[in-house]
């Protein structure tokens, strides 16, 4: 099968999240949403995205191709169903299209809105990730459901007795994990600890919990669940209800809660998050579509960052704020609830933060995890640099 990941409607709305990456890329529960796909449905995978991340995240067309919207996370129901697909049919949710089976010329008359597709309506439940604070909302269930399917017909490996487990066959570890004298509850969700992950001693961690491969839980840590600790992550201090895509770093001292960091970010040390506010009211988050704050429905609501953006010790983030990509936050008090892109500053005002700072940073810190700044990299930062420069107005 040939199976392409189709960013769709749902990528505005996913900014900044989105800014870096397909749709299909985003995590919640233990896996991303392709990678939910791939372990349930064989065939060669790749994305329809923006033409800009194309390079990085190609497109490979065939004679039969399934389309499947990258928002959506699947069932073992709408996988059968996804198989059965003759071509020119799809399957649609709410009205919301899911999946197609296209042909090429289909396909391309799909994508130029000329195709008439013979839709037919699921009738089950489906979570899909609307917009970024849906990856958390969905996250415990996300969580269950990928425990189940990473852990069937599996055992733990053994876990060291200094440790305390309250509902262990809820506890899964793959090999490689170091873990001595912490305290892990699962009576409330399972905990999933990663290939060669670290928790250190004297952490306490509620599942459901999934903490990502060659990811660390430095010592002392209080975690709530439902949260998610992508692959190599550094931890510490107090997490609630959030997640942290991969290669991002929260780890000292200080509070964060129902938020969502993309890759490569960081929270300096005594970091706080607001997840509510005080007259308890709805959380209003910036919307990129919509270019302003819309309501979410939530009383709870941190911070979500997009990949490359940093917060110097101390600092501090209101109820429902939306960081860039490429940004850097430092000083005291609370900046503005919208920090566009490329941004350097803080409560006091924002100036630019230039493109080739960030590439020098970036640079140095993804040499300390073994990976390199490539050019596509840099030509696709290049680009959000240039796309976000009208929200910049200092």
């Known amino acids: 099968m040939n199976i392409i990941l189709y960013d769709g409607q749902a ?28 372990q349930r449905l064989a065939g060669t995978y790749s994305w329809k995205t923006e033409a ?45 299209p899911v999946a197609a089976r296209l042909d090429e010329t289909l396909l391309a008359a799909y994508l130029a809105n000329e195709a008439n597709v013979q839709w037919t309506e699921y009738s089950e439940p489906l979570e899909l990730v ?14 269950q459901q990928d425990f189940d399917l990473l852990t069937a017909n599996r055992e733990s490996e053994p876990i060291s007795l200094t440790n305390q487990l309250i509902h ?29 992950a670290e928790v250190m001693e004297g952490s306490l961690i509620r599942g459901p919990f999934a903490l990502g491969s060659q990811a660390t839980v430095n010592m002392g840590s209080k975690i709530y669940g439902a949260t998610t ?54 959380i209003r988050i910036w919307n990129y579509r919509s ?9 709870f609501g941190g911070v979500i960052m997009g990949d ?20 850097n936050i430092h000083g005291s008090g609370f900046p503005r609830q919208f920090v566009p892109s490329f941004a350097d500053g803080g409560p006091g005002g924002f100036k630019l933060h230039p493109l080739k700072t960030v590439f020098n940073t970036a640079g140095r810190v993804m040499e300390r995890r073994n990976k390199t700044l490539t050019r596509v990299d840099e030509e696709i930062l290049s680009h959000v640099f240039e796309e976000t420069a009208p929200f910049r107005r200092f």
């Open 130 to 143: 609307q917009y970024s604070w849906d990856l958390i909302r969905i996250n415990a269930s996300q969580l």
């Open 52 to 96: 800009y991340l194309q390079t990085k995240f190609p497109m490979r067309l065939a004679s039969d191709n399934w389309l499947i919207m990258g928002n959506v996370c699947p069932t073992k129901r709408l996988i059968e169903q996804v198989r059965l697909l003759n071509n020119g049919c799809g399957i649609s949710y709410q009205g919301y």
């Open 168 to 196: 262990p066959e809820n506890i899964f570890a793959e090999p490689g994990v170091k873990m001595e004298f912490a305290t892990i509850n699962a009576t409330d969700g399972p905990v999933f600890l990663g290939r060669d």
């Open 11 to 38: 990528r505005q709305d996913l900014l900044p999240l989105c800014f870096t990456r397909p749709v299909s890329e985003l995590r919640t529960g233990i896996l991303t949403i392709r990678e939910k796909w791939e």
């Open 308 to 327: 490359h953006s940093k917060a110097g010790i101390n600092a501090m983030f209101n109820t429902g704020t939306v960081v860039g990509v490429g940004c």
């Open 291 to 299: 270019q302003r704050f819309m309501k979410t429905g939530l009383q």
């Open 229 to 282: 600790i992508g692959p190599n992550c550094k931890v510490g201090g107090e997490i609630s209800q959030s997640i942290l895509m991969g290669f991002s770093n929260k780890g000292h001292d200080g509070f964060l809660g129902h938020s969502v960091l993309g890759e490569w970010c960081n929270l300096g040390a005594g970091t706080n998050v607001s997840n509510l506010k005080n007259s308890y009211e709805q």
